[in-house]
T-cell receptor, first 112, second 113 residues
Framework: GDSVTQMEGPVTLSEEAFLTINCTYT??????LFWYVQYPGEGLQLLLK?????DKGSNKGFEATYRKETTSFHLEKGSVQVSDSAVYFC???????????FGTGTSLTVIP | DAGITQSPRHKVTETGTPVTLRCHQT?????MYWYRQDPGHGLRLIHY???????DKGEVSDGYSVSRSKTEDFLLTLESATSSQTSVYFC????????????FGEGSRLTVL
């Protein structure tokens, strides 16, 4: 079945460092891919998405490219800020229905 | 913007008691979902609904039931709560069509003693 694997955390970075959080998926067909962010005590918010191969999603300085050949959707940001400290979830939506599958989440802490 | 209200936001109960969590949406989105979030497991689907009185099981449905008698309300019931059901529960709605994303509520933290 469909699934998402993302890198284990926690990740701790200094402010202005480069961020990569790896995400790979297993799916039949052509799923849509998402990154969600969860700040402490809150629900998940959509950060960015890509709906077909080679699409790049971007928002708030974060980017991820839908790579079908490597079944990946890695999240990147060139210069993180303290306010980026949160848990990040990679997710996919199967293309034949309305099921969503989530990774286990990666906790990011950015220190000044 | 889509709006979701979950209630209660926090609840402490004892083993063996029934618990119902409510999810209310302000729009008429067809698909609604209940997830639980636990450390090391991410989000796991409990049940989802694709219309009034139309529901289906997710990967961790044992011990849970749901009902949807109106488009805007999706109820999650624990018939007899157990300590393993201590978790944070999130309701979500599917917005934006075939490639649309989930929009989440703020969560309900349940503690079963």
């Amino acid at each position: 079945g469909d699934s998402v694997t993302q890198m284990e955390g926690p990740v701790t970075l200094s402010e202005e460092a480069f961020l990569t959080i790896n995400c790979t998926y297993t799916a039949t067909g052509y799923p849509s891919l998402f990154w969600y962010v969860q700040y402490p005590g809150e629900g998940l918010q959509l950060l960015l998405k890509a709906t077909k191969a080679d699409d790049k999603g971007s928002n708030k300085g974060f980017e991820a490219t839908y790579r079908k050949e490597t079944t990946s959707f890695h999240l990147e940001k060139g210069s993180v800020q303290v306010s980026d400290s949160a848990v990040y979830f990679c997710a996919l939506r199967e293309n034949t229905g309305n099921q969503f599958y989530f990774g286990t989440g990666t906790s990011l802490t950015v220190i000044p | 913007d889509a709006g979701i209200t979950q209630s209660p936001r926090h609840k402490v109960t004892e083993t063996g008691t029934p618990v119902t969590l409510r999810c209310h949406q302000t729009e008429n989105h067809r698909y609604m979902y209940w997830y639980r979030q636990d450390p090391g497991h991410g989000l796991r689907l409990i049940h989802y609904s694709y219309g009034v009185k139309d529901t289906d099981k997710g990967e961790v449905s044992d011990g849970y039931s749901v009902s949807r008698s109106k488009t805007e309300d999706f109820l999650l019931t624990l018939e007899s709560a157990t300590s393993s059901q201590t978790s944070v529960y999130f309701c979500a709605i599917n917005v934006g069509g075939n490639t649309g994303e989930l929009f989440f509520g703020e969560g309900s933290r349940l503690t079963v003693l």
